[in-house]
């Protein structure tokens, strides 16, 4: 269930009571107490929309005394979360058997992205697969459509019916996939062009020019992406780069002369601050590097990874100091087996573990939100709470389940302690019964049924 938003209720000052945790700076690289706001009894006040003012209740309920407070007791506000890597005409294939990338493509995946040239059954599953992602507390996404531009009107069109910020394009292969699949160089230069003009900044909606990988694209289609950035230097560019070892390998044959994978991206002029790469998982240190100089990011896709057999990705190397490459998770539906990014982060965790690392719970929940919005470049818009934000937000319950309600018996922490240990809980245990509510931009968009 969404709600359609109203002219009035849009204009309001509002407010929320609750607790509020968010970050303001990255856990990666500065302590908990630089990074994280947490507010045990807070008010969040939203006008037109956005972030007004976040403090606490105590300081902020005279001020504010004759405006509409809801309050939600025994609750967690966080903000939205924010997917940078998910496919939306591969919903239906989720948990598909037994196959790693390429087989996985072409066996599950090619046949049914055909089915999206249709734009009525696009845009019913695109229906479908938004309500899923408001139901998982994600309130922005970076997404691949179909070949077809059909298939990017159809997701546009309802996720404008949504007020969602959401960035997305059509899927640009010319080569290696079934004839009903391919495009041309021209043909997706040209589809992708007027659908930019259509589409980019058309209210809170936002472009990315998407070649599926470099197998599925010739020199001459790789060429005309880049021409595209450079005509609209503001849209994105949303690819996959070293998923699969068997994907690297033919990646090397199909261009000898580049000295690596991501190399192929650079040199159609691929790679800059608002690229982002999927996976990422056999990346060179070279590679990191570069992607570091260029600014550009990673969406990380740990249930994708570990369900395709394709890797452990090197999250350590990833946030270095030295080269410190921006990272966002991803659920990279239908390879990805959850739409939550809770259990997206869970599984991080663990691939962390499997290489010997730690991924503390604050700076899993900062991947899910802030670090999305920066991989997105999307940081003075989303990703937590300061004034002039877009009130994305949800409300999270902690004790959503009979375990965590036994696991955490006290409804709110006393101390950081106590936080922290129910924000790894959250993280480890947590998913869609966890989020009680979905706001979008201060607007109710969806809420679980008591
Ligand atoms: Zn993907």
């Not at 990338?101 to 479908?128: M, S």
């Not at 969602?164 to 040209?190: C, E, N, W």
């Not at 580049?258 to 982002?276: F, H, M, P, Q, W």
Request: proline share 4%; charged share 25%.
């Amino acid at each position: 269930m969404f709600f359609e938003l109203t002219q009035s209720t849009k204009t309001s000052v509002k407010a929320f009571r609750c607790s509020f945790l968010d970050f303001i700076e990255d856990p990666f690289y500065v302590s908990t107490a630089e990074s994280v706001r947490y507010i045990a009894d807070g008010m969040l006040v939203i006008e037109k929309g956005k972030v007004k003012e976040l403090g606490t209740y105590e300081n902020l309920k005279n001020k504010y005394s004759k405006i509409p407070v809801t309050f939600y007791p025994d609750m967690t506000i966080v903000p939205g979360f924010i997917d940078t890597h998910i496919h939306f005409p591969q919903m239906e294939i989720i948990a598909s058997y037994g196959e790693q990338l390429l087989e996985w493509l072409n066996k599950y995946t090619f046949p049914t992205e055909g089915k999206f040239k249709d734009k009525a059954y696009a845009q019913k599953v695109a229906a479908v697969f938004l309500d899923e992602l408001l139901r998982n507390g994600t309130t922005t996404t970076l997404v691949f459509a179909a070949v077809y531009p059909e298939s990017v009107e159809a997701f546009f069109e309802e996720a404008s019916r949504r007020n969602l910020r959401a960035i997305a394009g059509k899927v640009m292969m010319d080569r290696h996939a079934p004839d009903f699949l391919r495009d041309t160089a021209q043909t997706s230069y040209l589809q992708s062009k007027q659908l930019i003009q259509k589409w980019h900044k058309k209210g809170r909606l936002l472009y990315a020019v998407t070649p599926r990988f470099a197998i599925t694209s010739t020199d001459e289609q790789l060429r005309l992406a880049g021409k595209l950035l450079q005509e609209f230097p503001d849209v994105y560019l949303h690819t996959h780069l070293s998923e699969n070892v068997d994907e690297v390998a033919w990646v090397r044959e199909l261009f000898p002369d580049c000295e690596s994978y991501l190399n192929v991206y650079d040199r159609a002029g691929l790679v800059g601050e608002k690229s982002v790469f999927a996976h990422g998982v056999h990346l060179s240190d070279e590679e990191f590097r570069r992607l570091s100089a260029a600014k550009s990011a990673i969406a990380f896709c740990p249930t994708s990874n570990l369900f395709l057999g394709s890797g452990l990705f090197k999250l350590e190397q990833a946030k270095s100091k030295e080269y410190p490459v921006k990272v966002g998770l991803g659920t990279d539906i239908g390879g990805g087996t959850s739409f939550s990014l809770l259990q997206t982060a869970s599984e991080a965790y663990k691939v962390a573990q499997l290489q010997r690392q730690k991924l503390s719970p604050f700076q899993a929940l900062f991947l899910a939100t802030l670090g999305g919005a920066r991989a997105l470049s999307l940081e003075d818009k989303i990703g937590n709470f300061d004034a002039g934000k877009e009130a994305d937000f949800i409300v999270v319950n902690m004790r959503s389940t009979p375990l965590m309600a036994f696991r955490n018996r006290e409804a709110t922490p006393t101390s950081l302690e106590e936080l922290v240990d129910r924000v790894f809980s959250l993280v480890m245990l947590g998913d869609d019964r966890a989020i009680s509510a979905t706001y979008i931009m201060g607007e109710l968009a969806y809420e679980v049924k008591r």
